[in-house]
Nanobody, 120 residues
């Protein structure tokens, strides 16, 4: 069993910042499994396709979607089994539901999402 729970979303003005958190738990998602897992943040806005925001490998390598490069930072705390997304210089087009996900033992897992709304 794998559970991913996102938090930290909310309403913010353009130019502001938010920090999203993703807590991983479950009988399958042990500490060693988490340490070896690639963790991703995706987002989906109404009427738009799902978009990769950022990913972080087990070794800490990161990759970002073109629209968020230089503004967002993904990080992980393996001891706490947490993944974070620091979002700065937010824009109205960043408005979406943000999801944390991972593939564990070949199965895809995703949290329930957290809403981020950026007002202009």
């Amino acid at each position: 069993q794998v559970q991913l729970v996102e938090s930290g979303g909310g309403l913010v003005q353009a130019g502001g910042s938010l920090r999203l958190s993703c807590a991983a738990s479950g009988s399958i998602f042990t500490g060693s499994v988490f340490r070896g897992a690639v963790m991703n943040w995706y987002r989906q806005a109404p009427g738009k396709q799902r978009e990769l925001v950022a990913g972080i490998s087990s070794g800490g390598s990161t990759n970002y979607g073109d629209s968020v490069k230089g503004r967002f930072t993904i990080s992980r705390d393996n001891a706490k089994k947490m993944v974070y997304l620091q979002m700065n210089s937010l824009k109205p087009e960043d408005t979406a539901v943000y999801y944390c996900n991972s593939v564990v033992y070949g199965n895809y897992y995703r949290g329930q999402g957290t809403q981020v709304t950026v007002s202009s």
